[in-house]
């Protein structure tokens, strides 16, 4: 039984390359021809391939459903915490998970930092989104024309005199956040905190979410903390496979740090 389900599931990404026939299912799996088509006719049954015309095989639209009904159900909450908590461990410093729905970027969840110093951010809630680190990452993976949209419209608070001033600079941020594949905000919300975030992708390749440790400069220096960067995008690419399957959710024009 092992033997057959391995077998058919082998065909499901020979056939994602395109339709193929009878012969060449069967010389793929190394099989007589009669116990190809008994699993072709098993994965038909079940909507997961389709018979053409010409006779040859294609995955099914039930296959295209299933795959989309496991994106909607995904939680990435649920599946980025695990690694949340063991990047807390790891670093000591508070992590923060995000994303952006509805024109505002969200904490979704938050490992607290070790030592008595707490930050003032709380799941379910925007974050300052000119400034924050998770916020430059999620934004700057926008097409052109909406991050110009977005950033002529937000309001530029001045938090602390090293806050983004106007559009024009969030739009440069954002080109190099996108460029690079990290994001920092030191002392741009608060003078004394400082973050580094790194982005989650899903299976598109596009930007999901995005994972952040931050530290008050009490207790780490700014340098101090962007030597966590090689640990965070592990993190952040590690949340990424698990989210996606893909085990390089780097973009090709993004440079190692």
């Not at 461990?89 to 110093?117: F, M, N, W």
């Not at 440790?213 to 496979?241: F, K």
């Amino acid at each position: 039984m092992s033997q057959s389900v391995d077998r058919a599931l082998t065909i499901l990404p020979l056939l994602a390359q395109g339709p193929a026939d009878l012969g060449l299912v069967a010389d793929r799996l190394g099989v007589h021809k009669s116990t190809a088509l008994r699993l072709l006719r098993t994965l038909h049954d079940h909507g997961l391939v389709y018979r053409q015309q010409d006779h040859r095989y294609r995955l099914g639209a039930r296959l295209f459903a299933l795959a989309q009904e496991a994106v909607e159900n995904l939680d990435i909450r649920e599946i980025a915490h695990p690694h949340l908590v063991a990047l807390n461990e790891q670093c000591g410093h508070t992590v923060h998970l995000a994303v952006y729905t509805e024109h505002e970027v969200l904490y979704i969840d938050k490992v607290e930092s070790r030592y008595p110093v707490r930050m003032y951010s709380l799941i379910g809630k925007p974050v300052a989104i000119t400034v924050a680190a998770v916020a430059k990452l999620l934004l700057a993976d926008l097409p052109e024309a909406e991050r110009r949209t977005l950033a002529g419209r937000l309001d530029y608070p001045l938090y602390t005199p090293r806050s983004t001033p106007n559009a024009a600079a969030f739009l440069a941020e954002l080109a190099t956040v996108r460029e690079q594949g990290w994001a920092t905000d030191l002392g741009g919300h608060e003078e004394s905190i400082n973050c580094v975030g790194a982005p989650i992708r899903g299976a598109d390749g596009r930007v999901t979410a995005a994972v952040s440790v931050s530290a008050p400069n009490v207790v780490v220096t700014a340098d101090e903390l962007l030597t966590l960067l090689p640990l965070l995008r592990r993190t952040a690419d590690a949340i990424s496979g698990e989210c996606s399957g893909n085990n390089h959710p780097r973009k090709p024009h993004e440079r190692q740090h």
